[in-house]
């Protein structure tokens, strides 16, 4: 049986937003990061992330340097009691003028997780920093939902209408973004 997941975008919106992260000494958790993760991890629901890296494409950092940041980013979490499966960390290692599908606002790393994982995409959500996340959220079948971490709140002042995606909700922080689907969760459940 297919199940709900939440998929997140990483810079901006787990951790901060400090351009191309070539060194896993600079990954840096955002504040509600830990306790909102967790939250999931208590709700049983998949956690799965899907961000963009194309500093690989532009050779400011190697595919294995990517696994040393995403290993020290589970570690952070781990102290605070919260994970993430090594399995549902998904990267578009694509430049924006490679052809791909793998990139968002594509939809194809989320579908790919779907697939993978027998995730039920009309049940899942999609949270990020950006409105490409929202195009992205759209393009797949989920929710989007921006927090205003990151580039979210320059984005939300700026693209607020103007996107053909917009969110279905806009949070303060990921902890906020957690609570609200979980409630929008037990509303459909």
């Not at 992260?21 to 840096?28: C, H, L, W």
């Not at 990061?33 to 950092?61: C, D, H, M, W």
């Not at 917009?166 to 409630?183: G, K, R, S, T």
Request: aromatic share 6%; glycine share 8%; net charge negative.
């Amino acid at each position: 049986m297919s199940s709900p997941a939440v998929f997140l975008d990483r810079d901006g919106t787990i951790n901060e937003e400090l351009g191309y992260i070539s060194d896993p000494d600079r990954v840096f958790l955002l504040p509600q990061a830990i306790p909102a993760i967790r939250r999931l991890n208590e709700a049983g629901l998949k956690v799965v992330v899907i961000t963009n890296q194309s500093g690989i494409a532009r050779g400011y950092f190697l595919p294995h340097t990517l696994q040393d940041i995403h290993q020290r980013l589970q570690d952070l979490l781990a102290e605070g009691g919260a994970h993430l499966d090594s399995e549902l960390i998904y990267y578009c290692p694509h430049g924006p003028e490679d052809p791909c599908t793998c990139r968002k606002p594509q939809p194809g790393l989320i579908k790919q997780a779907a697939q993978e994982h027998d995730l039920d995409l009309s049940k899942s959500y999609l949270i990020g920093d950006r409105y490409r996340d929202m195009e992205a959220a759209a393009n797949a079948g989920v929710k989007g939902i921006l927090v205003l971490t990151g580039y979210g709140r320059g984005e939300y002042e700026h693209l607020r209408g103007l996107s053909p995606a917009q969110p279905v909700y806009v949070a303060p922080d990921l902890l906020d973004a957690v609570e609200w689907i979980l409630a929008d969760l037990n509303k459909v459940l």
